[in-house]
C-alpha cells in the first residue's frame, strides 16, 4: 500500500477520549494526558427557547437559584439518557473542550463511552448515537464496571478472578472477572443519588426541615459513614422549616447519616453478596487473596470498605483516584483495541482507521 501523508497525521494526531458519562458527573480522559475534564452533568437551559445556557459546573452552580425563565437539568437519570438533545449539546461541549487540548485540531476523536451494565438495546443506542452527534468519529460502548476495574488496574485477562464495586450517582454495579471476561454480574439503581434522597427525607421527617439536594450531599460527603468511625463527627445543616416556614439550622451527627442512609447501604451490600453467591468457588478463593476493589465516588463514603469486610469476610479496598476509574479505564481499552476488543458492547469496526 503506497504511503499517505494524510493517513499518517490521521494516526498520529488522531484524538482518542474516554469519557464516563455519570449521573451526577462527566470526566474525560485523553490519551496522553489523562483526566482532562471532571465536571458535573448539569445543564442549565432556557425554557423558552430550550437553548443551554450553561453546561457542567457553572450549570451545577445555578441549582436552586435560577430565575422562572432558567431550569437546570441532569439530562441522565440512573446512569441513562432521558433528555437526548441536551445530553447530545452536553457531550458536545465536553467533546470541544477536550479537543482544543489538541496539537491538531482535527480530525474528529475516536471516543469510548462507559455505559452501566444490563442496559436496554434503546438507552445503548440513545448513547452511541449523542456520542455520534456530538462529533465523535469513531463510537465504542463499554460497561462501566469492566472500564472501572481496567482503570483501577485489576489484573482482569488474567486466569486470577477479580472483583470491582463500581458506585456512581445513580448506578451501582458489581462485576466479576477473569480471563478478559465478566463471570457474574449485578446492576442496580441504588447509589450516591438515593444516598442524598435517604438523608433529605430523614431530616424533614426527625426534624421537619426541609434541606437542599446539595446540602445533603455535602453533608454526605463531609460526615457520611457505612460503618462506626473512631471519633464520631457534627455539622450545621441549613434549610426551611416546615411548620413556621422560616430559615432554620440544626446540628446533625455522623450517627444520623449513618442511620439515615442504612437501608440504600444494606441494599448495596447485599447485591455485592448476591454477586459472590453465584460465583464459582475457585474464584472465590482468589478473593480472598485480591479482595473486592470499590470504585467510583460513592465508594468514598466513609467506612464502606471496612463494612464490607465486616460483613462479607473479603477484604475490601478503594481504588486510587477512585472517581475516574471508568474514565481511566475506557482511555486504556481504547489505547489497544486488539486486546480489549471483547470488552466493548456494540463495536463499531472501522479497522482501516485504526
Not at 450549570?59 to 437519570?77: D, Q, S
Not at 481511566?328 to 471483547?342: H, P, Q, S, V
Amino acid at each position: 500500500m503506497a504511503f499517505s501523508p494524510f493517513s499518517w497525521l490521521l494516526g498520529h494526531f488522531s484524538l482518542d477520549i474516554g469519557i464516563d458519562l455519570g449521573t451526577a458527573n462527566t470526566l474525560v480522559h485523553v490519551r496522553g494526558k489523562g483526566i482532562v475534564i471532571s465536571e458535573a452533568s448539569y445543564v442549565a437551559v432556557n425554557k423558552r427557547s430550550k437553548e443551554p445556557i450553561a453546561i457542567g459546573d457553572a450549570a451545577k452552580e445555578m441549582v436552586g437559584r435560577t430565575p422562572a425563565n432558567v431550569e437546570t437539568i441532569r439530562p441522565l437519570r440512573d446512569g441513562v439518557i432521558s433528555e437526548f438533545e441536551i445530553t447530545q449539546a452536553m457531550l458536545e461541549y465536553f467533546i470541544g473542550k477536550a479537543h482544543q487540548q489538541s496539537i491538531v485540531p482535527i480530525p474528529r476523536p475516536r471516543v469510548v463511552v462507559g455505559i452501566p451494565a444490563g442496559v436496554t438495546e434503546v438507552e445503548k443506542r440513545a448513547v452511541y448515537d449523542a456520542s455520534k452527534a456530538a462529533g465523535a468519529r469513531v463510537t465504542y460502548l463499554i460497561e462501566e464496571p469492566v472500564a472501572a476495574a481496567l482503570g483501577a488496574g485489576l489484573a482482569i485477562d488474567e486466569v486470577r478472578g477479580s472483583m470491582v464495586v463500581d458506585i456512581g450517582g445513580g448506578t451501582s454495579e458489581v462485576a466479576v472477572m477473569s480471563m478478559g471476561g465478566v463471570v457474574t454480574s449485578r446492576s442496580l439503581r441504588v447509589a450516591g443519588d438515593e444516598l442524598d434522597e435517604d438523608i433529605v427525607q430523614y431530616i424533614r421527617n426527625k426534624y421537619n426541615l426541609l434541606i437542599g439536594i446539595r446540602m445533603a450531599e455535602d453533608v454526605k460527603k463531609t460526615i457520611g459513614s457505612a460503618f462506626r468511625l473512631q471519633e464520631e463527627k457534627t455539622m450545621t445543616l441549613r434549610g426551611r422549616n416546615l411548620v413556621t416556614g422560616l430559615p432554620e439550622a440544626i446540628e446533625v451527627s455522623s450517627i444520623e447519616l449513618r442511620e439515615a442512609t442504612e437501608n440504600s447501604v444494606q441494599t448495596i451490600i447485599d447485591t455485592v453478596r448476591d454477586a459472590l453467591d453465584e460465583t464459582p468457588p475457585e474464584i472465590l478463593s482468589d478473593l480472598m487473596d485480591t479482595g473486592i476493589c470499590l470504585a467510583g465516588g460513592g465508594s468514598l463514603l466513609q467506612g464502606l470498605d471496612d463494612r464490607l469486610t465486616d460483613e462479607l469476610k473479603v477484604r475490601s479496598w478503594v481504588a486510587e483516584d477512585s472517581i475516574s476509574c471508568v474514565a481511566r479505564g475506557a482511555g486504556i481499552a481504547l489505547e489497544d483495541l486488539n486486546k480489549w476488543k471483547d470488552l466493548f458492547v456494540g463495536l463499531e469496526r472501522h479497522s482501516s482507521r485504526h
